[in-house]
């Protein structure tokens, strides 16, 4: 356990869940054509809700950067190569005759934070967006969401996998966003 973490109650290393919601044993590992940045805003790197993190141990061709530590700057020139598109409900959208991403960028953060980063951020405002729909009704939730298409990060990359790649690539972190979901949802809390 890191030194930060031990003023506060016990969570895992790997998955920063308190140990009785522990996801590490269900972490299932998927591969795809498509790779996937995601850029974690630094207050989202040790909130108990942050599900970068876990879609990040489960997609074998990612990768996890933070945005806004003050030691760190952010790699921008891996937002500009080739075939880069952003998983955002706004902005430009990629032609409908446009091939696949090869690269899916994917904020990690809350609304507010992804929206800063988007005006903040000049190699994020150019690129093709990919647009999700919204959640079908009825969709557990462990909190409402201020935008209409509103997921977590987890559940936001399971869909998008979905739409690239087919639903039997999706369907582990599909499966894995519900237990978390489910998990927390029984004991009520995060805590």
């Given at each position: 356990m890191?030194?930060?973490?031990?003023?506060?109650?016990?969570?895992?290393?790997?998955?920063?869940?308190?140990?009785?919601?522990?996801?590490?044993?269900?972490?299932?590992?998927?591969?795809?054509?498509?790779?996937?940045?995601?850029?974690q805003?630094?207050?989202?790197?040790?909130?108990?809700?942050?599900?970068?993190?876990?879609?990040?141990?489960?997609?074998?061709?990612?990768?996890?950067?933070?945005?806004?530590?003050?030691?760190?700057?952010?790699?921008?020139?891996?937002?500009?190569?080739?075939?880069?598109?952003?998983?955002?409900?706004?902005?430009?959208?990629?032609?409908?005759?446009?091939?696949?991403?090869?690269?899916?960028?994917?904020?990690?953060?809350?609304?507010?934070?992804?929206?800063?980063?988007?005006?903040?951020?000049?190699?994020?405002?150019?690129?093709?967006?990919?647009?999700?729909?919204?959640?079908?009704?009825?969709?557990?939730?462990?909190?409402?969401?201020?935008?209409?298409?509103?997921?977590?990060t987890?559940?936001?990359?399971?869909?998008?996998?979905?739409?690239?790649?087919?639903?039997?690539?999706?369907?582990?972190?599909?499966?894995l966003?519900?237990?978390?979901?489910?998990?927390?949802?029984?004991?009520?809390?995060?805590?």
């Amino acid at each position: 356990m890191s030194p930060r973490r031990s003023r506060f109650q016990p969570r895992c290393d790997r998955c920063n869940l308190p140990p009785h919601l522990c996801l590490c044993a269900e972490i299932p590992r998927v591969e795809t054509r498509t790779r996937l940045l995601l850029v974690q805003h630094v207050v989202e790197s040790w909130k108990k809700s942050n599900t970068g993190r876990l879609a990040a141990l489960a997609l074998a061709n990612s990768r996890l950067l933070t945005y806004g530590a003050q030691d760190e700057s952010l790699d921008t020139a891996l937002l500009s190569e080739p075939g880069t598109w952003l998983l955002y409900p706004d902005g430009p959208a990629a032609p409908p005759d446009a091939p696949p991403p090869r690269q899916l960028v994917v904020l990690d953060a809350s609304w507010s934070q992804a929206r800063r980063m988007t005006q903040r951020i000049a190699a994020l405002r150019t690129l093709p967006r990919l647009v999700l729909p919204p959640p079908a009704p009825g969709t557990l939730r462990l909190r409402d969401s201020p935008h209409p298409s509103g997921r977590s990060t987890l559940e936001a990359i399971a869909h998008a996998v979905e739409m690239l790649e087919g639903p039997e690539v999706a369907a582990p972190l599909a499966r894995l966003d519900a237990l978390r979901v489910q998990r927390i949802a029984e004991c009520g809390t995060l805590n």
